[in-house]
Nanobody
Framework: QVQLVESGGGLVQAGGSLRLSCVGS????????MGWFRQAPGKERKFVAI????????YYADSVKGRFTISRDNAKNTVYLQMNSLKPEDTAVYYCKATSMGSDYWGQGTQVTVSS
């Protein structure tokens, strides 16, 4: 079983940057596919980005492509989401997800608020 803890959220002005981190423990983090999702108030949780276990393959939602970068450091059991050129519509709670051995594990989320 994998436990995940996100950090790095906060309040930033439009056009600014933030880097989110998600630290995993337990299970087989280094062999897990990792993803970032977000949920705005009153809306469904949506996919943001995903990275395979080696870090060699990534995929992004169209809404963040070219602005966000997902990466991982398996030696530190950490996955990152670098967010640049932030927009007010990026405001949401951001969650990381680990997929390991056919099971999904979620962190508790970190709030990102982008002011206009």
């Amino acid at each position: 079983q994998v436990q995940l803890v996100e950090s790095g959220g906060g309040l930033v002005q439009a056009g600014g940057s933030l880097r989110l981190s998600c630290v995993g423990s337990g299970g087989t983090f280094s062999q897990s596919t990792m993803g970032w999702f977000r949920q705005a108030p009153g809306k469904e949780r949506k996919f943001v980005a995903i990275i395979n276990w080696t870090g060699g393959a990534t995929y992004y939602a169209d809404s963040v492509k070219g602005r966000f970068t997902i990466s991982r450091d398996n030696a530190k059991n950490t996955v990152y989401l670098q967010m640049n050129s932030l927009k007010p519509e990026d405001t949401a709670v951001y969650y990381c997800k680990a997929t390991s051995m056919g099971s999904d594990y979620w962190g508790q989320g970190t709030q990102v608020t982008v002011s206009s």
